[in-house]
């Protein structure tokens, strides 16, 4: 997938706070693009992304191992 159209499938709300894009293999061999933020989604936009069939993942969360206060979101578009 592209990432200009992958920018265009997401909310508004969550463009302006995209860190990092990666290629990726998902376990059942489908390629993927994870996108993580720099915060956490908010429940209204993971209920407006899981209305889209292109996103995956949307409540996963990462941290960091020495430093668990820090959360961000990532998600996976397919």
């Not at 990432?3 to 508004?12: C, S, W």
């Not at 290629?23 to 720099?38: P, W």
């Not at 409540?59 to 820090?70: G, K, N």
């Amino acid at each position: 997938m592209d990432i200009t159209i992958l920018i265009d499938l997401l909310p508004d709300s969550v463009k302006t706070d995209v860190v990092d894009f990666n290629d990726v293999l998902l376990k059942n061999r489908k390629n993927a693009i994870r996108v993580l933020m720099d915060r956490i989604l908010t429940e209204e936009e993971k209920q407006e992304m899981k209305k889209n069939k292109h996103f995956m993942g949307v409540d996963c969360v990462a941290q960091y191992r020495h430093a668990p206060e820090i959360k961000k979101s990532y998600f996976y578009v397919v």
